[in-house]
């Protein structure tokens, strides 16, 4: 499996932005997957997470209500909608997927999360 992600740039306060992640490789649609981001100085955190078919999502208690995650298996893509966007937002962040947990729900934690995208930057300005 390999995840190519997308759609980061500079936006202002209030703005929003689609993420995506693509994947490729076999049976990429029945693994869970997350987004984290990472700003500077601090460690990757969580922030959203999809399972394989899209009925069962997870936010960040600071995303919730502005992100939405989702997932369009015909693409082999996953999203992260950001509306909303604030200047604590600012980060790099990273689709990740799970592939030991097939067909399962998908964790919050960083250290379950086995293949990593190479991440897009997200800068808000104020």
């Known amino acids: 499996v390999q995840l190519q992600a997308s759609g980061g740039g500079l936006v202002q306060a209030g703005d929003s932005l689609r993420l995506s992640c693509a994947a490729s490789?076999?049976?990429?649609?029945?693994?869970?997957t997350g987004w984290f981001r990472q700003a500077p100085g601090k460690g990757r955190e969580f922030v959203a997470a999809?399972?394989?078919?899209?009925?069962?999502?997870y936010y960040a208690d600071s995303v919730k209500g502005r992100f939405t995650i989702s997932r369009d298996n015909a693409k082999k893509t996953v999203y992260l909608q950001m509306n909303s966007l604030k200047p604590e937002d600012t980060a790099i962040y990273y689709c990740?997927?799970?592939?030991?947990?097939?067909?399962?729900?998908?964790?919050?934690?960083?250290?379950?999360?086995?293949?990593w995208g190479q991440g897009t930057l997200v800068t808000v300005s104020s």
């Open positions: 490789g076999r049976g990429v649609n029945n693994y869970p």
């Open positions: 999809i399972n394989w078919s899209g009925g069962v999502t």
């Open positions: 990740a997927y799970d592939v030991s947990s097939i067909l399962r729900r998908p964790s919050t934690t960083r250290n379950d999360y086995d293949i």
